[in-house]
């Protein structure tokens, strides 16, 4: 009885198996949207303005910088402060994250924190922020599409935002998720590189019809949508009473590290001063929808490449130009088109790399596009940016690869400025000119003055071989 009780079980299970691998990898290989396909039209021309807009943008680079520009968003909240990211993990910068929505909940604003449903990493010990944000009348968690068993396609549908908004006048688009090493010091091994960009629209003026009410009418969709779940239901007296113990911890948190890092806490910010004057700023986004979606994001963005008159800058810490993807690029001819992207010895994500390794970066390098790779090898970037004719510049969470293109939510704001494109520009030919280095067509790189090829351990570039052999058959999921 118990061998077929166990012969039963394990034929569930690979029962199981195919089903998710058929609904939860193989129809996204097999449905994979064409460009005669795409229904929604994508006109570029609302990107480029003629006269000054009441919006202010700012591109924030540094590390620490990033921490403090959004504790001091926060600090000044004082009606609503929505939040939404990908990836919270457990540390330093997740406990200054946390404490600081409950010191401005304890203020009255009103705080809405969105968090993808796999990567939230609220569970075990972090389990109690779930309790103690549920605890306080001032904050609503949600989580975008929670596990679910029962329906692998809803796995894929990943919540790949990362905004901040503060009372209809400040906002913040990045690429950087919540982890130490987004925000770390000059000497901490492992570092990653990112890019933000800072909305702002004075308080004396309407925000109606600008890149940030865009960006406030996309949290709400996403926040209201179905796949948004509150993230407790019913609580136990022993939940609240744990909720409560983990507020009193939060807070002691936020007073602690006010007081030892007070780098991090600044007491004051002109945002006039530290953003640059635009013609033109339009937020953009993927459908919010499950399976494959319209690529709106990587369709606007090639259509602006396709319309380039002189030259194209791109960065982004993954590159997989799939075949579908390619079919959108349409023609740019006459110009200089940059390639900025990781190197094997920078990368921390070796399965997406190995993709890239295995099938592009030859390609790529003896294609007319200049691609350098960052060297690393103690740090990664991780920035997703654009620039176009030193005019159109483009920031957010989208990467170069089909994921980005066709499944997960993403976002990137478009920015008619000069003054913004000059200093993304002076910001990427520094990690460029100082910390990267050009791919020849055999694979190898050119010679440099400035930057030496950073050593591959064997264990990595074993381990990219041995990836490359199944990421082949999965590259529509990277």
Do not use: C
């Amino acid at each position: 009885m118990l061998k077929k009780l166990m012969i039963s079980a394990a034929l569930l299970i690979g029962i199981y198996f195919i089903y998710a691998w058929i609904t939860g990898a193989l129809l996204f290989q097999l449905t994979v949207p064409a460009p005669e396909d795409i229904t929604e039209e994508r006109n570029i021309d609302r990107f480029y303005g003629e006269e000054a807009s009441i919006e202010r943008i700012g591109l924030l680079e540094g590390r620490q910088e990033s921490k403090a520009y959004r504790n001091r968003m926060k600090a000044e909240a004082e009606e609503t402060l929505d939040v939404t990211m990908f990836k919270v993990t457990d540390g330093f910068a997740s406990e200054i994250f946390y404490s600081s929505l409950v010191e401005a909940a304890d203020r009255d604003v009103e705080v809405r924190l969105l968090l993808d449903g796999l990567f939230h990493n609220l569970r075990g010990e972090e389990a109690g922020i779930i309790h103690a944000f549920a605890a306080h009348p001032s904050i609503e968690l949600r989580f975008y599409e929670p596990l679910d068993l029962v329906r692998p396609w809803t796995w894929n549908n990943r919540l790949h935002d990362k905004l901040i908004i503060s009372d209809n006048n400040l906002a913040m688009i990045t690429g950087r998720n919540i982890g130490d090493r987004y925000f770390a010091p000059a000497d901490y091994e492992g570092a990653t590189n990112d890019r933000d960009a800072v909305l702002f629209v004075p308080e004396n003026r309407d925000p109606a019809g600008t890149a940030l009410e865009e960006m406030q009418t996309y949290f709400d969709l996403v926040w209201n949508h179905d796949f948004s779940q509150p993230a407790s239901d019913n609580l136990t007296i022993e939940d609240e009473e744990a909720g409560e113990r983990k507020l009193a911890e939060l807070r002691d948190t936020y007073a602690s590290y006010t007081a030892t890092h007070e780098h991090l806490f600044l007491e004051e910010l002109s945002w006039e001063e530290n953003t640059h004057t635009v013609q033109e700023a339009s937020f953009i986004h993927n459908p919010v929808e499950r399976m494959n979606k319209e690529p709106w994001v990587w369709e606007d963005l090639t259509n602006l490449i396709a319309g380039a008159e002189s030259s194209v800058y791109m960065q982004s810490p993954f590159v997989i130009p799939s075949d579908n993807m390619r079919q959108h690029w349409g023609t740019a001819e006459n110009i200089e088109i940059t390639l900025l992207t990781n190197s094997l010895a920078a990368t921390p994500n070796l399965p997406t790399y190995s993709r890239y390794g295995g099938s592009y970066r030859e390609e790529l390098a003896a294609s007319s596009i200049n691609l350098y790779e960052y060297q690393g090898p103690e740090q990664s970037i991780h920035g997703k940016s654009y620039v176009i004719d030193d005019r159109i510049s483009a920031v957010g969470s989208f990467n170069l690869d089909p994921r980005s293109a066709y499944i997960s939510t993403e976002s990137m704001l478009i920015i008619d400025s000069e003054e913004v494109a000059a200093a993304l520009t002076q910001q990427l030919d520094a990690l460029i000119d100082e910390e990267s280095l050009e791919v020849k067509e055999d694979g190898s790189y050119e010679e440099s003055e400035q930057v030496e090829e950073a050593e591959v351990p064997f264990s990595k570039a074993a381990g990219r071989r041995l990836w490359a052999a199944v990421t082949y058959f999965f590259e529509h999921l990277f």
